[in-house]
C-alpha cells in the first residue's frame, strides 16, 4: 500500500468511526440495544465501501462534509448484513472479525434487532443530513435501497444460499457476488462520484469501475479462504468449502482465480481511465483490494 493511501485509509476510518459513534449515541433507543450495535460497530473491519465513497468524492472534487453521512449510512448497512449473515439461520457463524459474533455475544434476538435497527438508522443518517440537498437526498435513498434490497443486497444472499451444495458455473457465481458483495460498493462509488459532482458518462464509468472492483474483492475474499491466515482473515480458513459453497478457486483452480483478479482489476483501471479520474485514489483501491490479506 502507497503512503498516500494508507494515510488516507487510517484517516478516514477514524472519521468514520467517530461519526457513526455519534450517530448511534443520538439515538434513544434501549441500552442493550446500543450495546449490541456498537459491538459490532466496534469489530472494526476494513471500511472499504465508506472510503471507497469518500475516495470517490475527492477523485470529483467534492466537499467531504457532503459526503460523511452516506459514508456512514452505507457501513452501516454493511454491518447490519454482516450480524445477519452470521445468524442460525444463515451462516451459522460463531466467529467475526475474530471476535464472537453478535448473536453469540449476546443472543440470536438481540442480533436481529441490532441488524433491523443498523438498516432503517442508516436511510434516518441520509435523509436529515443538513449538507446534502433533496435532489441528492432522492438520489441517495433510492441507490442505497435498491442496493441493500430485494433487487441487490438480500437477492444475493438469497440465490447463495440456493447455490450451497450445488456447483455453480462461472457466470452463476458472478451474479450472487454482483449482488451480496457487489452492489453496496456498487453504490458506493457512484454516490460518492454524484456528490462530488460527476457528470452522466462519468457516472456510468465509475459504475463499471465499481462492478469490477466488487468482483475483485470477492475473488481476492475467496482466495483468502484458501491461502490466507486465520489470525489476519478474523474467520476460519476453508469456511465457504466447509459451507459447501462454489468460490473462484475451486472453478477455475488457485492459478485461474488469480489471473481472474488480475482481469478485473485492469477493467477497472479502463474504467477510471475513461472516467478521467485515473491516478487518484480511486486507482490505488485497486490494488489495495486486490493484495489485501484479511
Known sequence: MNQTLGSFLEEKRSLLNQQMEQQIYSMQIPETLRNSIM????????????????????????????????????????TYSLIHDDLP???DDDVRRGKPTNHVQFDEATAILAGDGLLTAAFHVV????????REKVFLTRELSK???AEGM???????????????TLEGLEAIHRHKTGELIRFSAVAGAFIGGADSSQLHH?????????????????ILDVVGEEG??????????SNNKSTYPQLLGLEGAIEHKNQYAEKARMALKEAGVESTLLEDLIDF???RKN
Open 89 to 91: 439461520a444463515m451462516d
Open 39 to 78: 459491538y459490532s460497530i466496534e469489530a472494526g473491519g476494513k471500511r472499504i465501501r465508506p472510503v471507497l465513497l469518500l475516495a470517490a468524492n475527492e477523485a470529483f472534487g467534492g466537499d467531504e462534509n457532503r459526503a460523511i453521512a452516506p459514508a456512514c449510512a452505507v457501513e452501516m448497512i454493511h
Open 289 to 291: 483490494i486486490s493484495d
Open 127 to 134: 435523509t436529515s443530513n443538513d449538507h446534502l440537498t433533496d
Open 232 to 241: 489476519e482473515i478474523g474467520k476460519p480458513v476453508g469456511s465457504d468449502v
Open 147 to 149: 442496493a441493500s434490497g
Open 154 to 168: 438480500v437477492a444475493g444472499q438469497m440465490l447463495d444460499m440456493e447455490a450451497e451444495g450445488q456447483t455453480l
Open 206 to 222: 465509475i459504475e463499471s469501475y465499481a462492478k469490477y472492483i466488487g468482483l475483485l474483492f470477492q475473488v481476492q475474499d475467496d
